[in-house]
């Protein structure tokens, strides 16, 4: 899975970028809490919480890694999806910068060059041309919200959504990974993401309290499944950090449901952007709404 590569590649390009001390582990380096590679990369070295990097949310998310090819021709043009929640958006002008030069992927005998980068406009829901062929178009434009895509659920009319998982989605519930989720399940994971970006890279407060949750759970309760074609599939990726292959899996699939769908819309549209569940920036997690 392409995820796993590029995930590796914005690893490798921001410790190159910002460390001091390449040879030396984040964990005792007295510059993490100052660093552009922890905060984007390892934030749960800059937390005062008993976390692990697996259960820490990073504030990236990958897109669009669908493509299975595993060969590439000279000239290939790869495209990939990026997401940065909150402060972690002010490192896009430095890998846009970075990546318009050529540049070598460890010791794979082929070197990577940005053609384009676009922005998407919740808003207007068009995109605008950043970075074309080696020249900066136009810098980095106001942040998408949360608000503009709620008030964007308010033109969808309709009481049945079929949910498509594209990648693998790994999601957990109550601590033990749940290999065939129901909707509300779902829904919580949802919402988890959601408070955790939030709460670790925006304002530090839960976008749904206490009393919202249980609103939204009540409404999960009294809506009809018309179909659930999830499956489980494994996948394997190799890690340069432990030097190991690890095999990991997800479900993929179709999961539609009926009934009144109107407070659950904002939710469910900000998850297309953001995922769900665990290690969304491998790209897992990834669907998209299909309202029928």
Not at 73 to 98: E, M, W
Not at 169 to 194: D, H, S, W, Y
Request: proline share 4%; net charge positive.
């Amino acid at each position: 899975m392409k995820g796993s590569t590029w995930h590796g590649i914005l690893g490798s390009r921001m410790k190159q970028l910002f460390c001091l001390y390449p040879h030396t582990s984040c964990t005792g380096c007295s510059h993490r809490s100052a660093c552009g590679y922890v905060d984007f990369f390892e934030p749960h070295l800059q937390s005062s919480e008993e976390q692990t990097p697996s259960s820490f949310q990073k504030g990236f998310v990958l897109r669009d890694m669908t493509d299975m090819r595993k060969q590439f021709q000279p000239g290939d043009l790869l495209t990939v999806g990026l997401v940065f929640v909150g402060r972690i958006q002010k490192y896009l002008p430095l890998l846009v910068a970075d990546f318009s030069r050529p540049f070598r992927i460890g010791k794979v005998p082929f070197t990577i060059q940005l053609s384009e980068v676009r922005q998407l406009q919740f808003a207007k829901l068009s995109e605008l041309v950043l970075f074309r062929e080696g020249q900066l178009i136009l810098a980095p434009t106001s942040t998408n919200t949360v608000g503009q895509l709620w008030k964007l659920a308010e033109g969808v009319h309709s009481n049945s959504v079929q949910l498509n998982f594209l990648t693998p989605t790994r999601m957990k519930t109550a601590g033990r990974l749940n290999k065939a989720p129901n909707f509300e399940q779902i829904v919580q994971a949802l919402i988890r993401k959601l408070n955790a970006f939030a709460v670790h890279f925006g304002d530090g407060r839960d976008v749904i309290g206490a009393e919202h949750y249980q609103e939204l759970m009540k409404n999960c309760r009294s809506l009809h499944v018309v179909e659930n074609s999830l499956r489980w599939v494994d996948w394997k990726r190799y890690s340069r950090r432990s030097e190991e292959t690890m095999t990991l899996g997800g479900f993929i699939g179709t999961l539609t449901v009926s009934g009144n769908l109107k407070p659950l819309l904002p939710l469910l549209l900000l998850g297309e952007y953001l995922h769900v569940g665990k290690q969304a920036s491998f790209g897992l997690g990834q669907y998209r709404c299909q309202f029928v």
